[in-house]
């Protein structure tokens, strides 16, 4: 298990070399004698030529904060062109960072974390050396921001560097679940890539025997379910977004979904059923559907669903599709939901029938008006370190007229949230994985889940 802990490091990862350097720093307060003081953490998630993707860890060391604004300058000509998590702007060298409305409000040792993709000119790409939070320079301590009169400079004490990697140095690209069991789940592996950019193209590679890897490119709006054949790996190039239709596996397998947006579905944006097996569906983004946004049922097995955000959506992830369908999936419907943002969407996050073990871990929820996560029909469901926000129902047994499951609930955290329902025994999960802590998941999930946050 990771464990979680304030960082003074600022890591700038490049493909040649690492350079570590400490910043913590001063925050502007209301009070003259407020304390003020903060950590940023700085890392290079990943990098390719022309490009990478950032993460930054903001930690308020003083007294709260309504607001905030980090500034930073760059030395060799990068330029930030995408963000999440906060609003950014570039002017020349220097960045602006501004907080979005779920993460302005900073407590005491609170932080805040966000993302970017940025351009840089494949030679070198060096750490911004300093930062400044609401326009006052990191400088080092907690202090306040009118000191006493002296005639000596108060000391600045550099926190030792930490040898811990931030919280957001997760690996989100890798493969964990139950998608690597069973063979593993390779989808078109090294296969021939063929480029699709409007509804006919994509409706023919998908529906193609053989091995292949599909890339879209551009908006594509289409209506209805496109079939996947098996053995496909489907990537969306930087935004990617299907509009208005879903893709449908029905008893295909080896199949993987990543980096695509979809809203205004007609149907199901995803679609897993009639035995489909070995499907991993990750660092999506869904919104603004019809039905649900990612539905698994009728004997389906070894899925991953990993690292996806879903908003302004009601039914999100169904796991089995009906009460009297036990006799096709009891045995299967096992499924891994990690790392997922629940931005609000209302229920079904998931639901589920039958599937035991269903291991529902590190996913964060946040205002969901219905409920978190329902397990029904004797299914069994771990629901582990999740971070549950503003959530007045997180988890529970049964669901309408479906009987109740078994789900066992260990190390969630719970912000204006209460705990859930749980109770009975679930069958042990095979694979190995990391269990991220849970109070740092929603900074990890906010700046890692959803279209665009990986380079495929």
């Known amino acids: 298990m990771r464990t979680g802990q304030r960082r003074a490091t600022l890591i700038a990862t490049t493909a040649a070399a690492t350079a570590t350097l400490v910043t913590a720093g001063l925050l502007s307060s209301v009070s003259a004698q407020a304390a003020a003081g903060c950590q940023v953490a700085y890392s290079v998630a990943s990098q390719w030529p022309g490009g990478f993707t950032g993460n930054v860890t903001v930690t308020n060391l003083g007294d709260p904060l309504s607001g905030w604004t980090l500034r930073w300058s760059y030395g060799a000509g990068q330029q930030v062109n995408q963000a999440w998590g ?18 302005g409000t900073l407590a ?8 970017f993709n940025a351009s840089w000119n494949n030679s070198s790409n060096p750490a911004p050396s300093s930062f400044t939070l609401n326009n006052v320079a990191c400088t080092g301590s907690t202090t306040p921001t009118t000191a006493p009169p002296t005639t000596t400079p108060p000391p600045t004490t550099t926190p030792p560097p930490s040898s811990t990697p931030p919280p957001t140095d997760q690996q989100p690209s890798a493969l964990v679940g139950w998608a690597t069991q069973n063979g593993g789940t390779t989808g078109g592996g090294n296969a021939g890539t063929t480029t699709v950019s409007n509804a006919s193209g994509l409706t023919s590679a998908l529906n193609a025997t053989g091995a292949a890897v599909i890339r879209v490119t551009g908006t594509i709006t289409c209506s209805g379910m496109l079939r996947v054949r098996s053995n496909k790996t489907i990537l969306g190039n930087y935004g990617a ?15 993987i979904i990543r980096n695509l947006t979809f809203r205004n579905w007609n149907d199901d944006a995803i679609n897993v059923q009639e035995s489909a097996t070995n499907i991993w569906i990750d660092h999506n983004t869904f919104s603004n559907g019809y039905d649900g946004a990612v539905d698994i049922k009728r004997g389906s097995d070894f899925v991953t669903v990993s690292w996806n955000r879903v908003f302004s959506h009601d039914k999100t992830m169904l796991l089995g599709h009906s009460d009297d369908n036990a006799g096709q999936d009891v045995g299967h419907l096992r499924v891994s939901y990690h790392h997922n943002w629940f931005d609000g969407s209302n229920q079904r996050n998931p639901r589920v029938r039958f ?15 219905g409920y978190g996560v329902a397990s029904t029909e004797n299914a069994g469901v771990l629901v582990e370190g999740n971070y549950f926000e503003n959530v007045d129902d997180p988890y529970h047994l049964g669901e309408g007229d479906s009987g109740p ?21 679930v069958a042990s999960i095979p694979y190995s994985y990391q269990l991220d802590t849970a109070s740092n998941v929603k900074s990890i999930v906010t700046a890692g889940a959803g279209a665009g946050k990986i380079t495929v």
């Open 108 to 115: 005491t040792n609170g932080s805040a974390t966000f993302g």
């Open 355 to 369: 599937g035991n073990p269903v291991h529902v871990y590190n996913n964060y929820y946040r205002a969901n008006g």
């Open 241 to 255: 977004t299907i509009v208005g239709c879903g893709f449908n596996i029905s008893g295909d397998r080896n199949v």
């Open 405 to 425: 499951g078994s789900l066992v609930a260990r190390n969630n955290h719970f912000v204006n949230s209460p705990t859930g329902q749980a109770g009975g025994s």
């Open 86 to 103: 906060a609003t950014a702007s570039q002017s020349g060298n220097q960045v602006s960072a501004t907080n979005v409305d779920y993460n």
